[in-house]
Antibody
């Protein structure tokens, strides 16, 4: 059974750091691009970062660029999001998701975890 | 960046009824449009990809149409388990991979 499970969320003060993890099972993580997507309270979904299967291609949303770092450990089937310089507006439920390509350049997010909650507050 | 605008932001409908949600892109995205269903406490679930292709296991009461900038998700014969929030998402361009703001479908 294919699934992803996020962990590592919690309460952190503004300016603090947190590292999220996403454990994949039932598929080989190295075969897929993986993404982090978040949902702030009462808001919609916001894409924040992706990493290619090899880890060589990475990108971020402007809202987190320079503060967040995505990485992966394919040997352990794990995805990470290192979050530094956290702000109140980073408070959200953070999801990891697998991207499956079905056509040249076309993909969808087909597996999502239940999310891990990050609260940034003093 | 490509902006995605959904309408309405919320709606009320009866079990057995028909629901139509629209999604408009700020520029042409061909058919690179996906639809997701999101319920509290769960991760979003893929319903439709490529504007009109039904994901495996998704009931046929869900359908999608459109191309270019205008897209529609239709639920025919609404079931109790369909009450949720629905999001469109474009996968056409380089990042950011934007979502619509969501449409909450509530019970009338």
């Amino acid at each position: 059974q294919m699934q992803v499970v996020e962990s590592g969320g919690g309460l952190v003060k503004p300016g603090g750091s947190l590292r999220l993890s996403c454990a994949a099972s039932g598929f080989d993580l190295s075969d897929y691009y993986m993404h982090w997507i978040r949902q702030a309270p009462g808001k919609g979904l916001e894409w924040i970062s992706y990493i290619s299967g090899s880890g060589r291609t990475i990108d971020y949303a402007d809202s987190v660029r320079g503060r967040f770092t995505i990485s992966r450990d394919n040997a352990r089937n794990l995805l990470f999001l290192q979050m530094n310089s956290l702000r109140a507006e980073d408070t959200a439920l953070y999801y990891c998701s697998r991207a499956t390509y079905y056509h040249a350049g076309a993909y969808f997010f087909d597996y999502w975890g239940q999310g891990t909650l990050v609260t940034v507050s003093s | 960046d490509i902006q995605m605008t959904q309408s309405p932001s919320s709606l009320s409908a009866s079990v057995g009824g028909r629901v139509t949600i629209t999604c408009r892109a700020s520029q042409s995205i061909s058919r690179y449009l996906n639809w997701y269903q999101h319920k509290p406490g769960q991760g979003p679930k893929l319903l439709i990809y490529g504007a009109s292709s039904l994901q495996t296991g998704v009931p046929s009461r869900f359908s999608g149409s459109g191309s270019g900038t205008d897209f529609t998700l239709t639920i025919s014969g609404l079931q109790p388990e369909d009450f949720a929030t629905y999001y469109c998402q474009q996968s056409h361009s380089t990042p950011p991979y934007t979502f619509g703001q969501g449409t909450k479908v509530e019970i009338k």
